[in-house]
């Protein structure tokens, strides 16, 4: 089991920029999968972004060219910095890490608000 914790969560004005971080611990945190996930009021959780242990990422076609995630294996580190910011990219955001059997790990989220 990995133990994550994020920072880094606001209130930011549209068109503005916010990064989180998530710290990791637990687990060989280079094999894993890490990602960031969003869930805002009355929706469902939904994948935004993840890199993979060889560093190839994805990201949801919402925040494609806005967001980028990024990763530091000597840091058991994962972020997500975020451009360009809308209104409805207000959401919790979750840190999550998949280990190579594919037991998903989540954090406690933080709270990021973009205001109009």
């Known amino acids: 089991q990995v133990q994550l914790v994020e920072s880094g969560g606001g209130l930011v004005q549209a068109g503005g920029s916010l990064g989180l971080s998530c710290a990791a611990s637990g687990s060989i945190f280079s094999r894993n999968t890490m990602g960031w996930y969003r869930q805002a009021p009355g929706k469902q959780r939904e994948l935004v972004a993840l890199i993979t242990s060889g560093g190839d990422t994805g990201y949801a076609d919402a925040v494609k060219g806005r967001f980028t995630i990024s990763r530091d294996n000597a840091k058991n580190m994962v972020y997500l910095q975020m451009n360009s910011l809308k209104p409805e990219d207000t959401a919790v955001y979750y840190c999550?890490?998949?280990?190579?059997?594919?037991?998903?790990?989540w954090g406690q989220g933080t709270q990021v608000t973009v205001s109009s």
């Open positions: 999550t890490s998949d280990n190579p059997r594919g037991l998903r790990s």
